[in-house]
């Protein structure tokens, strides 16, 4: 795309927003000038949250990454612990922001540390999965030279694989560094004092329009620019562009008594650090394993507890589920409208970037007031989670389509249609079910942000009553609820993805 086609598509994108914003008339919807206008009003207060903003979002992401390096290069230097360290990473990547937010600020007190907490758990996982592919991304006759010279996995992690991995990090880093921002702003929510989160309460409590849409344009701004940063530092650092990473690891193979033995090796060392990570706190805050499944199980309100739960989950789900689905036939289907008719991707692409960068916290009190407070206003913003990940990666997916093939089908005349649905799909679905797993966690957090702040009903809404009434067993369940659902609905998508690359593209399925 040309810098004449990128600044057309700007302008069209702030144009379009202008005039939304007349028909509007200003009650729902805030313009590109009413948002100019605000900020004109306000320099000092939206520089100063934004500056708290970023600050801690650049803790977290450097924090969040180193993380995630020193765990990949755990599976480097010892091999059978992939599975193990690919399962725990999962878990806590499926971790609800907004219920660990409140038990943070409890057990950490005042000041930035939740906040840097969610900003590193936000953006690990998204650096880890490029990470540990890059890490087995070399040829083995690299490897096999390290050992002709009495060399050990220390120098091979060292010299080789350590290297090999240098685009896949970029890839990770350029990533990760936008969900910073919203890690960051989660953690605002439960209590900061300044702060981007802060300023989208307020103005969502007095209804502040303008001021709501000034603080969405400024997230949506750090994000674009950090996005940005990290994307030029890493063309400086190496000549080409990183790869995208649309797979996991490829994990190891194992009989189905291997693999369950793996599972319950995997559940026993996540109740050992729950437990390890709370010892000697307060009970009252810091629930143990055994303190979940009493409130759960034989404790004399557990049926009332179980209720409340179910009730809950089934309602989360109820909008969550369709949502999810809705973002990925949306992102699918731009990304393949837009390999048909590339001219409409000046349009579009813009639009599509905007949606990605606004963090979900700042838009969700928006589209409440747009959409009002029922199923439509949670499935939109549902879907707008979900959308520009899959339509980024359905992008990519499509370029994968084998030159020669298309070469062959443009021989015997076949038109763009054609081509795009005999081999530019099948080519995208590896990358369309990537996105798809990964979009499971954003679904149900987006759900949970959602009717945290606006619809009163669902796991969201039950944490923050939990929250509200120091009621930190319900929270601690709600947490665990939000975990295993992601994780299972993880799982459902990974087997739908291998019983349908075992049939379409057999040779990209993992083993």
């Known amino acids: 795309m040309t810098a004449r086609t990128r600044w057309f598509g700007l302008a069209t994108f702030l144009g379009l927003w202008q005039g939304l914003a007349l028909l509007a008339g200003g009650w729902l919807l805030a313009g590109p000038v009413g948002v100019l206008e605000w900020l004109a009003a306000h320099p000092g207060l939206m520089a100063r949250a934004a500056a708290v903003t970023l600050a801690n979002a650049a803790c977290g992401f450097v924090l969040g990454n180193l993380a995630a390096i020193l765990l990949a290069a ?21 971790l ?15 000041g930035n540390g939740p906040q840097i907490v969610l900003a590193a758990l936000a953006v690990y996982y998204t650096t880890l999965i490029p990470l540990l592919a890059g890490l087995r991304a070399m040829p083995s006759a690299w490897l096999d030279l390290v050992q002709i010279y009495g060399r050990g996995r220390w120098a091979e992690l060292v010299h080789v694989r350590a290297r090999a991995s240098v685009p896949y990090l970029l890839a990770g880093l350029r990533i990760s560094a936008p969900a910073a921002i919203l890690g960051a702003m989660v ?3 439960t209590g900061a004092e300044r702060g981007l989160g802060v300023l989208t309460i307020r103005f969502s409590r007095d209804l502040d329009v303008p001021a709501l849409w000034s603080v969405a344009a400024v997230a949506a701004g750090l994000a674009i620019a950090v996005h940005a940063a990290v994307g030029w530092l890493g063309r400086r650092a190496l000549p080409d562009a990183p790869p995208v990473i649309l797979a996991p690891p490829r994990l190891l193979r194992g009989s189905p008594g291997r693999k369950a033995a793996h599972a319950a090796l995997l559940v026993a060392l996540i109740l050992v650090l729950w437990w390890v990570a709370v010892a000697g706190l307060n009970p009252f805050f810091a629930k143990r394993p055994a303190d979940v499944a009493a409130a759960v199980i034989w404790a004399p309100d557990a049926a009332m507890t179980r209720a409340a739960l179910m009730t809950a989950m089934m309602q989360t789900l109820a909008l969550a589920v369709p949502g999810y689905l809705a973002g990925l036939a949306l992102g699918a289907g731009l990304a393949i409208l837009l390999a048909l008719r590339p001219g409409l991707s000046a349009v579009m692409t813009p639009w599509a970037v905007a949606l990605r960068s606004i963090p979900i916290v700042t838009t969700a009190p928006l589209i409440v007031l747009l959409l009002g407070r029922g199923a439509a206003g949670t499935v939109t913003l549902v879907a707008l989670m979900v959308f520009f990940p899959t339509f980024a990666a359905c992008q990519e997916g499509l370029r994968q389509a084998p030159g020669p093939i298309l070469d062959l089908f443009r021989s015997y005349c076949a038109g763009p249609l054609r081509q795009t649905l005999h081999v530019r799909i099948p080519a995208m679905l590896p990358a369309l079910f990537a996105s798809a797993r990964m979009g499971v966690p954003a679904a149900i957090l987006a759900a949970t942000v959602v009717e945290w702040l606006a619809t009163g009903r669902g796991l969201g809404n039950l944490m923050a009553l939990s929250a509200s009434v120091s009621d930190y067993a319900m929270l601690w369940l709600t947490m665990v609820a939000v975990t295993a659902m992601s994780a299972l609905l993880y799982a459902v998508v990974a087997g739908a993805e291998t019983r349908v690359l075992a049939v379409m593209a057999p040779e990209q399925v993992r083993a």
């Open 187 to 189: 953690g605002e929510f």
């Open 74 to 94: 755990i599976p480097a230097l010892w091999p059978r612990t992939l599975n193990l360290v690919a399962g725990l990473a999962l878990v806590v990547f499926c």
């Open 96 to 110: 609800p922001l907004i219920a660990t937010g409140p038990i943070l600020r409890v057990l950490m007190g005042p």
